[in-house]
């Protein structure tokens, strides 16, 4: 995703869509004027992230991709004006805006998943402040290891029309590949279940 907007269409669907029917549009969406849509779009995510739980970081969360929603919209005319035209530069400047996109959206994760306020300073402090290196090798090899072959695959998936490029491979590639993955899951993993996300809320 390149905004916050697209990233909001593409992830969660059946929530991101609940949200914009029963909450967005009754609340008067994009029809009353730019400041209360910027308001309603608050007013929406702040909503969502109590849906969650009853938190302040919840609420906090659902501030950020307000307010962050309520940001890009009022940038998005200025934004179309200085994005490039030539084909090299406008794929930079793609790729900085998913990668921006991206930043923020972790980010946010961090209001989602912090126990409080007060871990939440806590983690960006120590993200901001503690820049050593070698806390972060033990586990950024492993990470490229396993995300490599995804990057392999979104790359064949942009120069194909197939969604699933793999299934046009011949089967003992196939069969290669996943076996390598799967060992790749077995040692580089974690060696208990994590429950599912949304059984807490």
Not at 1 to 12: D, I, N, T, V, Y
Not at 96 to 124: K, Q
């Amino acid at each position: 995703a390149s905004s916050p907007a697209e990233f909001w269409r593409r992830w969660h669907i059946s929530l991101s869509t609940w949200l914009r029917d029963y909450l967005y549009i009754p609340l008067g969406g994009n029809r009353r004027g730019r400041g209360r849509t910027y308001l309603n779009l608050l007013v929406t995510m702040v909503l969502g992230g109590l849906w969650h739980g009853a938190a302040w970081t919840y609420v906090a969360w659902g501030a950020f991709h307000g307010g962050w929603l309520a940001l890009h919209r009022a940038l998005a005319p200025a934004l179309t004006r200085i994005a490039p035209s030539g084909r090299a530069a406008a794929r930079l400047w793609h790729a900085a805006c998913v990668a921006t996109t991206f930043c923020g959206v972790c980010a946010g994760w961090v209001l989602f998943r912090a126990g409080s306020l007060a871990e939440v300073a806590r983690l960006v402090g120590s993200v901001v402040l503690d820049l050593r290196v070698g806390r972060a090798a033990g586990w950024l090899l492993p990470l490229g290891v396993l995300l490599a072959p995804l990057f392999a695959m979104e790359i064949a998936a942009a120069r194909t029309d197939r969604h699933e490029p793999v299934l046009a491979w011949r089967a003992p590639l196939r069969v290669a590949v996943y076996t390598c993955v799967f060992y790749l899951i077995v040692f580089l993993g974690e060696d208990f279940g994590a429950p599912f996300t949304y059984f807490q809320f």
